[in-house]
């Protein structure tokens, strides 16, 4: 049975100690609940792939209390202080050259010469960091490839009884997972859309990002299918086809809306909920035309995801 544990001194004291013993502990953040485990731990780290059913090839990103402590596990460059001081914690993630003494587990990097990592701000999950002192490795707590969870429900749909506790803090407030930067080449480059639109990001950096081609797996959610319900899903509909459901956004008829008045931040929060709600009946899945720019970029990122072959 997995344990359901409560935002408070307890819960958080429960959760870093199930952790220091090297267990799996389900953690909210502010963008989607993560599956934790101590990132210097070999064996605790391979639990996340075996529960998850994650490939190894995909790394996982590190989540650190603060800048300081992300400077012992990287080599640092003033483009990271730069993008650190304006968006951590947040929904933000950097790709950074691994130091060799890292002391962390090989499996979080996926043998990779760098390191994905976050310093978050959901309070909770900082408590936790800080209670735990030390480096919690922290994908999407659900099943691979499958919806990512935004409440402990979800988790617990995916996960029940493969984890040893969830920390129950309700519902994330972003509801897409961080925005990753990959900072170990000449120029910044855009790994994956999120939570932080990459106008903003461009703008604290006074460059325009660089766009990955995605052919080879360079950081955490870049696999062509992800994200994916059970069921088909059919994006850019007009309307609901025979036996579909209708995810919708703007004023319209639809089963789901993700914002009824056109607010992408809404939206974004509401995606993996709606989905998880929506797969649930069973029934194909058809979304209406989600605006391209800001955090519709990462919206549509997920849904084109979802929507891949399998």
Same mark, same amino acid.
């Given at each position: 049975?997995?344990?359901?544990?409560?935002?408070?001194?307890?819960?958080?004291?429960? $959760?870093?100690?199930?952790? %220091?013993?090297?267990?799996?502990?389900?953690?909210?953040?502010?963008?989607?609940? /993560?599956?934790?485990?101590?990132?210097?731990?070999?064996? $605790? &780290? +391979?639990?996340?792939?075996?529960?998850?059913?994650?490939?190894?090839?995909?790394?996982?990103?590190?989540?650190?209390?603060?800048?300081? =402590?992300?400077?012992?596990?990287?080599?640092?460059?003033?483009?990271?202080?730069?993008?650190?001081?304006?968006?951590?914690?947040?929904?933000?993630?950097?790709?950074?050259?691994?130091?060799?003494?890292?002391?962390?587990?090989? #499996?979080? =990097? $996926?043998?990779?010469?760098?390191? +994905?990592?976050?310093?978050?701000?959901?309070?909770?999950?900082?408590?936790?960091? %800080?209670?735990?002192?030390?480096?919690?490795?922290?994908?999407?707590?659900? #099943?691979? /490839?499958?919806?990512?969870? !935004?409440?402990?429900?979800? &988790?617990?749909?995916?996960?029940?009884?493969?984890?040893?506790?969830? #920390? *129950?803090? /309700?519902?994330?407030?972003?509801?897409?997972?961080?925005?990753?930067?990959?900072?170990?080449?000449?120029?910044?480059?855009?790994?994956?859309?999120?939570?932080?639109?990459?106008?903003?990001? @461009?703008?604290?950096?006074? %460059? @325009?990002?660089?766009?990955? *081609?995605?052919? @080879?797996?360079?950081?955490?959610? %870049?696999?062509?299918?992800?994200?994916?319900?059970?069921?088909?899903?059919?994006?850019?509909?007009?309307?609901?086809? !025979?036996?579909?459901?209708?995810?919708?956004?703007?004023?319209?008829?639809?089963?789901?809306?993700?914002?009824?008045?056109?607010?992408?931040?809404?939206?974004?929060?509401?995606?993996?909920?709606?989905?998880?709600?929506?797969?649930? =009946?069973?029934?194909?899945?058809?979304?209406?035309?989600?605006?391209?720019?800001?955090?519709?970029? $990462?919206?549509?990122?997920?849904?084109?995801? +979802?929507?891949?072959?399998?």
């Amino acid at each position: 049975m997995t344990e359901t544990l409560s935002p408070t001194a307890d819960g958080i004291a429960r $959760a870093a100690a199930l952790l %220091q013993e090297g267990a799996l502990v389900a953690l909210p953040t502010e963008t989607v609940y /993560g599956l934790g485990a101590d990132a210097r731990n070999g064996a $605790a &780290v +391979a639990g996340i792939y075996a529960a998850k059913g994650r490939p190894s090839f995909n790394p996982l990103i590190v989540h650190l209390p603060d800048v300081a =402590t992300a400077k012992h596990y990287v080599d640092w460059s003033d483009q990271a202080d730069r993008l650190a001081q304006a968006f951590w914690p947040g929904a933000l993630t950097l790709v950074l050259p691994l130091k060799p003494d890292s002391g962390l587990s090989s #499996l979080v =990097t $996926a043998g990779l010469p760098s390191l +994905a990592l976050r310093v978050p701000a959901h309070p909770a999950m900082r408590e936790v960091l %800080q209670t735990l002192g030390g480096p919690v490795a922290a994908p999407s707590a659900n #099943l691979s /490839g499958k919806i990512s969870p !935004t409440t402990a429900a979800h &988790v617990l749909a995916g996960l029940e009884g493969k984890v040893a506790a969830v #920390l *129950d803090d /309700g519902a994330c407030t972003v509801g897409l997972e961080s925005t990753i930067i990959g900072l170990t080449g000449p120029c910044p480059t855009l790994l994956r859309a999120g939570g932080l639109p990459s106008e903003v990001i @461009e703008a604290a950096l006074g %460059q @325009e990002l660089k766009i990955v *081609d995605g052919a @080879e797996i360079i950081a955490p959610g %870049q696999l062509a299918s992800h994200y994916a319900p059970g069921a088909a899903v059919r994006l850019n509909a007009a309307a609901a086809e !025979t036996g579909e459901v209708l995810l919708g956004f703007g004023q319209m008829r639809c089963d789901l809306n993700l914002s009824p008045s056109g607010d992408l931040t809404e939206a974004a929060a509401n995606l993996f909920d709606h989905l998880h709600r929506l797969d649930a =009946t069973g029934r194909p899945i058809a979304v209406v035309p989600i605006p391209d720019h800001g955090l519709g970029r $990462a919206i549509n990122d997920r849904l084109a995801r +979802a929507a891949a072959p399998r």
